[in-house]
């Protein structure tokens, strides 16, 4: 067996798997939901397709310097940061920290449902 016939089986079988397509799905619910987010604070929405520009908007929206998207490749860091931003997202939609916390870092897709297509109004925070 070559190197080249291991490759070939391993993309295969990596893009039909059911987690691939499950998170395939999930990405495109939070892209079609962080484009009304991003609309409402003033930002263009085509930048949620981005993969990682979109999170560099969210600090920005948070916000926090862009720089400081840094943070989420320090593996304990990361996580505390996407849970400060995620505050810091829902306080400038007017929600509380146990909605930002829930519904923007547990499960985004509807909590940015929610902020996008409801009537939250974003005032940027202090």
């Known amino acids: 067996m070559t190197l080249a016939s291991i490759t070939d089986q391993a993309e295969l079988w990596s893009l039909g798997t059911a987690g691939s397509i499950f998170g395939?799905?999930?990405?495109?619910?939070?892209?079609?939901?962080?484009?009304?987010?991003?609309?409402?604070?003033?930002?263009?929405?085509?930048?949620?397709?981005?993969?990682?520009?979109?999170?560099?908007?969210?600090?920005?929206?948070?916000?926090?310097?862009?720089?400081?998207?840094?943070?989420?490749?320090?593996?304990?860091?990361?996580?505390?940061?996407?849970?400060?931003?995620?505050?810091?997202?829902?306080?400038?939609?007017?929600?509380?920290g146990a909605f930002s916390f829930f519904l923007l870092w547990l499960i985004p897709f509807i909590g940015y449902f929610i902020l996008g297509y409801g009537r939250a109004v974003y005032s940027k925070p202090a």
């Open 24 to 96: 395939l799905i999930v990405y495109v619910l939070v892209a079609i939901a962080l484009w009304r987010v991003f609309a409402k604070a003033g930002w263009p929405g085509i930048l949620a397709i981005i993969p990682i520009v979109n999170v560099f908007i969210l600090v920005k929206i948070a916000g926090y310097s862009a720089w400081l998207t840094l943070l989420y490749v320090i593996p304990i860091v990361g996580w505390v940061f996407s849970i400060v931003v995620a505050v810091r997202v829902g306080r400038g939609f007017g929600r509380g």
